[in-house]
């Protein structure tokens, strides 16, 4: 049984690390480096920090190099109104799962999501939503996970020029 552990502050640039794979998987580029890494290991280390933030991330070590992540599932906890279908309204979202392609096949990604499932659930988080790629929605469904019938929408909204 592989067993993943909550990820700490000393873990901030292996997450980023392993983001920028994701990213990578999903664009088909690797993403060049730059600001975006210095201000996701900013957020990871003040929101890892604390306990009670509803941010939390799950890894699994590279079992042959010390200090360095195989895997990850990072997610965080949303309150919004509550409805019929979730009355408290709080709400789960999956991002930045990724599995190091060097240790993949091997339950990782599995074992990072499991451990983010039963933090969701022993903070009463009964609705939990993610994207995912082609290739990830086997793991996802095995885990409940559905499609939906909503579609997504984004707006990027510009920088404000007075800033």
């Known amino acids: 049984m592989i ?10 640039a292996e997450l980023v690390r392993l983001r920028g794979l994701m990213l990578a998987s999903m664009a088909g580029t690797e993403p060049p480096p730059g600001p ?15 306990p009670d933030e509803p941010m ?4 699994v070590d590279a079992p042959e190099a010390p200090g360095t992540l195989a895997a990850c599932a990072v997610g965080t906890i949303e309150r919004r109104l509550g409805g019929p279908a979730n ?14 392609p060097r240790h993949r096949r091997r339950g990782y990604s599995r074992a990072c999501m499991t451990a983010l499932l039963d933090w969701y659930r022993r903070r009463e988080v009964r609705t939990v939503d993610l994207r ?9 469904r095995s885990l409940g996970f559905h ?4 579609p997504a929408m984004r707006l990027a909204l510009p920088a404000d020029p007075l800033d």
């Not at 067993?3 to 901030?12: E, G, I, N, P």
């Not at 939390?56 to 890894?59: E, L, Q, T, Y």
């Not at 995912?132 to 996802?140: K, V």
Request: proline residues 5%.
């Open 3 to 12: 067993d993943a552990r909550r990820a700490t502050v000393d873990d901030a």
């Open 36 to 50: 975006w890494q210095d201000a996701a290991r900013e957020t990871l280390r003040e929101r890892l920090c604390d």
């Open 56 to 59: 939390a991330a799950f890894v």
């Open 87 to 100: 009355p408290s309204g709080r709400v789960g979202y999956v991002f930045n799962v990724c599995t190091d």
């Open 132 to 140: 995912t790629s082609e290739p990830g929605q086997p793991l996802y």
């Open 147 to 150: 499609l939906t019938r909503d």
